[in-house]
């Protein structure tokens, strides 16, 4: 996915709403519908695969699912399976053209529970009647999107389309909880790659685009711009790799108790922190263009649009922040992620200058102290600064993992130096 997302036309979106619905299909869905469907999602033939898309954004919701008004009516029992018929719009749903999607909806029994805890989850399973389109599904519009506009994204009315229920009725956001993991780690993977192209672009211009009389990769401060990219891009894939290898122990069951709490930590902190980034390369990239980054017949432009949906799609920058919080008093997720990182900064590492070592320690105790100073301050302090701490949280993980790398290869030290430089001291330190 690293290496294929970045020059994609968005299809990782589809493909990780596929990856987390199988795995959710998997873990909750009654027997029929798994079989039925699990195979196709898992296919690699072509003839057989298919996606799933995510139907969860409501006009009267987005990120806070608690107030969606789609019902869910009773309409038979098939086998092992729950059908309903589902009635409310759907403002946002991704990957439109799947053959299936999960959505959330109030099950109408007489006595709807409000918020979160009254929503189900979900499987509707897309019908195509020839010369009418979908069966109970009007397609209200395409959106008009700042970015990803290769892939179809649609605000849908559910008139009486049939669904099958997973999971116990009123665990619906805790039923989606484990395609959380999946989504968001596809997001930060997505960062890593669009970067990575980024950079390769704009180093590859510099060896061809000639200024002041000599070319842009021989001007020192160009060199200096380029490789500042590239050592964000290092320090991003470090971070991914980490949670992708995480969340293999924990899908593998091989994961301790220690890794399994950093993890619900980690995915969201990976997330926020690589979208932010990715963001910034995309519009210092089209920067190193200079006016041809900023026409549109060139492709540049594209790389800044399409990035801003990464801080967007499965949870904003404050949203994550705000779930990390709730992992933490859940099941103290976030102290396990930092107990890691001071582990991880005692220890000594042969190709780490000991000024880059000393800041890395130095930023674990900074970041230690500003969470007691919160919580001694309050509720509405710990809110206030969860995104700050997360975004540092993010950065420190990301330096730390470069340090361990360093070890095998020299240049992750050079890498972890300019990174330092640019993301954990201030502007004339070191």
């Given at each position: 996915m690293?290496?294929?997302?970045?020059?994609s036309?968005?299809?990782?979106?589809?493909l990780?709403?596929t990856?987390a619905?199988?795995?959710?299909?998997?873990?909750?869905?009654?027997g029929?519908?798994r079989?039925?469907l699990?195979?196709?999602?898992t296919?690699r033939?072509?003839?057989?695969f298919?996606?799933?898309?995510?139907?969860?954004?409501?006009?009267?919701g987005?990120?806070?699912?608690?107030?969606s008004?789609?019902i869910?009516?009773?309409?038979?029992?098939?086998?092992d399976?729950?059908?309903?018929?589902?009635h409310?719009?759907?403002?946002?749903?991704?990957?439109?053209?799947?053959e299936?999607?999960?959505?959330?909806?109030?099950?109408?029994d007489?006595?709807?529970?409000?918020?979160?805890?009254?929503?189900?989850l979900?499987?509707v399973e897309?019908?195509?009647?020839?010369g009418?389109?979908?069966?109970g599904?009007?397609?209200?519009?395409?959106?008009?999107?700042?970015?990803?506009k290769?892939l179809?994204?649609a605000?849908l009315?559910?008139?009486?389309?049939?669904a099958t229920?997973?999971?116990?009725?009123?665990?619906?956001?805790?039923?989606?909880?484990g395609m959380l993991n999946?989504?968001r780690?596809?997001?930060?993977?997505a960062?890593?790659?669009?970067?990575?192209?980024?950079?390769?672009?704009a180093r590859?211009?510099?060896?061809?685009?000639?200024?002041?009389?000599a070319?842009?990769?021989?001007?020192?401060?160009?060199?200096?711009t380029?490789?500042?990219?590239?050592?964000?891009?290092?320090?991003?894939?470090?971070?991914v790799?980490e949670?992708?290898?995480?969340?293999?122990r924990?899908?593998?069951?091989?994961?301790?108790?220690a890794?399994?709490?950093?993890?619900?930590?980690?995915?969201?902190i990976?997330?926020?922190t690589?979208?932010?980034?990715a963001?910034?390369?995309?519009s210092?990239?089209?920067?190193c263009?200079?006016g041809?980054?900023?026409v549109?017949?060139?492709?540049?432009?594209?790389?800044?649009r399409?990035?801003?949906?990464?801080t967007?799609w499965?949870?904003?920058t404050?949203?994550?922040?705000?779930?990390?919080l709730?992992a933490?008093a859940?099941e103290?997720?976030f102290t396990a992620?930092?107990?890691?990182?001071a582990a991880?900064?005692e220890r000594?590492?042969a190709?780490?200058?000991?000024?880059?070592?000393?800041?890395?320690?130095?930023?674990?105790?900074?970041?230690?102290g500003q969470?007691?100073?919160?919580?001694?301050?309050?509720?509405?302090?710990?809110q206030?600064?969860a995104r700050?701490?997360?975004?540092?949280?993010?950065?420190?993980?990301?330096a730390?993992?470069?340090?361990?790398?360093?070890?095998?290869?020299?240049?992750?030290g050079e890498?972890?130096?300019?990174?330092?430089a640019?993301?954990?001291?201030?502007?004339?330190?070191?």
């Amino acid at each position: 996915m690293y290496l294929f997302s970045g020059t994609s036309a968005t299809y990782s979106c589809p493909l990780a709403m596929t990856d987390a619905a199988t795995r959710v299909l998997l873990d909750l869905a009654p027997g029929g519908l798994r079989d039925r469907l699990v195979a196709g999602l898992t296919s690699r033939d072509p003839d057989q695969f298919i996606t799933s898309g995510q139907w969860m954004t409501e006009r009267t919701g987005g990120s806070d699912v608690g107030n969606s008004e789609t019902i869910a009516r009773p309409s038979r029992v098939v086998g092992d399976e729950r059908r309903y018929t589902l009635h409310g719009v759907k403002w946002f749903t991704s990957a439109t053209t799947s053959e299936m999607a999960l959505t959330l909806a109030r099950i109408d029994d007489g006595g709807t529970t409000p918020g979160s805890r009254g929503l189900s989850l979900f499987c509707v399973e897309i019908g195509r009647e020839p010369g009418r389109g979908w069966t109970g599904i009007q397609v209200n519009r395409l959106k008009d999107k700042l970015g990803t506009k290769a892939l179809p994204t649609a605000e849908l009315t559910l008139d009486g389309v049939e669904a099958t229920l997973i999971g116990e009725p009123g665990r619906g956001v805790a039923n989606i909880s484990g395609m959380l993991n999946v989504t968001r780690l596809y997001n930060a993977i997505a960062s890593a790659s669009r970067i990575r192209r980024a950079c390769a672009l704009a180093r590859d211009y510099a060896t061809r685009r000639s200024a002041f009389g000599a070319r842009l990769i021989d001007l020192p401060l160009h060199q200096a711009t380029l490789d500042d990219m590239d050592a964000e891009a290092a320090a991003v894939l470090a971070l991914v790799l980490e949670g992708a290898a995480l969340l293999g122990r924990s899908e593998a069951g091989t994961a301790t108790e220690a890794e399994r709490r950093r993890l619900r930590a980690l995915i969201p902190i990976a997330k926020l922190t690589t979208a932010k980034q990715a963001v910034s390369i995309a519009s210092e990239a089209l920067e190193c263009f200079g006016g041809a980054g900023y026409v549109e017949d060139t492709g540049v432009p594209r790389l800044l649009r399409d990035a801003q949906v990464l801080t967007i799609w499965e949870g904003t920058t404050n949203v994550l922040s705000l779930d990390v919080l709730r992992a933490e008093a859940r099941e103290g997720a976030f102290t396990a992620l930092v107990q890691d990182l001071a582990a991880r900064a005692e220890r000594s590492y042969a190709n780490v200058a000991a000024g880059d070592l000393a800041t890395l320690r130095a930023g674990v105790r900074s970041l230690i102290g500003q969470v007691k100073t919160n919580m001694s301050r309050g509720e509405a302090a710990m809110q206030a600064g969860a995104r700050k701490i997360a975004l540092t949280t993010g950065y420190l993980t990301e330096a730390l993992l470069l340090a361990e790398a360093a070890d095998a290869e020299p240049v992750a030290g050079e890498h972890l130096a300019r990174f330092i430089a640019h993301r954990l001291r201030g502007p004339f330190e070191g």
